[in-house]
Antibody, heavy 125, light 108 residues
Framework: QVTLRESGPALVKPTQTLTLTCTFS??????????VNWIRQSPGKALEWLAL???????YYTTSLKTRLTISKDISKNQVVLTMTNVDPVDTATYYC?????????????????WGQGTTVTVSS | DIQMTQSPSSLSASVGDRVTITCRAS??????LHWYQQKPGKAPKLLIY???VLESGVPSRFSGSGSGTEFTLTISSLQPEDFATYYC??????????FGPGTRIDIK
């Protein structure tokens, strides 16, 4: 059974750095084609893709937040960590990690088939 | 970046109704369009991938179609548990992934 679980602080102050951890089981991020994404959802708003890390340790970020985000993985712990620097109240959101797989060689992936339950982060002084 | 739009943004429907949601991409995304269902306070759930393939365990009343820039999600007979928000998402431009703004289905 594949599961993902997000963890991190519920409250952070503006200008601080937010660190979120995704702990997963049931798959390995060293397996070819495997990826983990971070997605966020501000209250009452749509889903926003933030970052992706793949089995080759390639890292990608949404253009608008690229300078503030860092994604990394620890294969031995089955964890993916997202850091966001200089947070602002607009970063208040529920943050999800998701699994995504490249199933067919050379073709885009099939969507995010497993999601964590999400962790809610409030940015406030 | 590829932009996604959805219509309508919300709709009211009754149990048993046939419901169709449209998702449009700002450029050709082939069939790399996926649909998710999200209920309040819960994480989204993958319903359909690559435009028309039902994820395992998803009821057959859900179906998807389309290619290129226009896609539809259809619920053939709305059930009480289907009242939720539905999002489309493109993976054609992976790693830059984008979601649509969502369509909320309410009880009429």
């Amino acid at each position: 059974q594949v599961t993902l679980r997000e963890s991190g602080p519920a409250l952070v102050k503006p200008t601080q750095t937010l660190t979120l951890t995704c702990t997963f089981s049931g798959f390995s991020l060293s397996t070819s084609g495997m990826c983990v994404n971070w997605i966020r959802q501000s209250p009452g708003k749509a889903l926003e893709w933030l970052a992706l890390i793949d089995w080759e340790d390639d890292k990608y970020y949404t253009t608008s937040l690229k300078t503030r985000l860092t994604i990394s993985k620890d294969i031995s712990k089955n964890q993916v960590v997202l850091t966001m620097t200089n947070v602002d109240p607009v970063d208040t959101a529920t943050y999800y990690c998701t699994r995504m797989r490249f199933v067919d060689s050379g073709l885009p992936p099939h969507g995010m088939d497993v999601w964590g339950q999400g962790t809610t982060v409030t940015v406030s002084s | 970046d590829i932009q996604m739009t959805q219509s309508p943004s919300s709709l009211s429907a009754s149990v048993g109704d046939r419901v169709t949601i449209t998702c449009r991409a700002s450029q050709n995304i082939n069939i790399f369009l996926h649909w998710y269902q999200q209920k309040p306070g819960k994480a989204p759930k993958l319903l359909i991938y690559t435009a028309a393939v039902l994820e395992s365990g998803v009821p057959s009343r859900f179906s998807g179609s389309g290619s290129g820039t226009e896609f539809t999600l259809t619920i053939s007979s709305l059930q009480p548990e289907d009242f939720a928000t539905y999002y489309c998402q493109q993976s054609y431009s992976t790693p830059q992934l984008t979601f649509g703004p969502g369509t909320r289905i309410d009880i009429k």
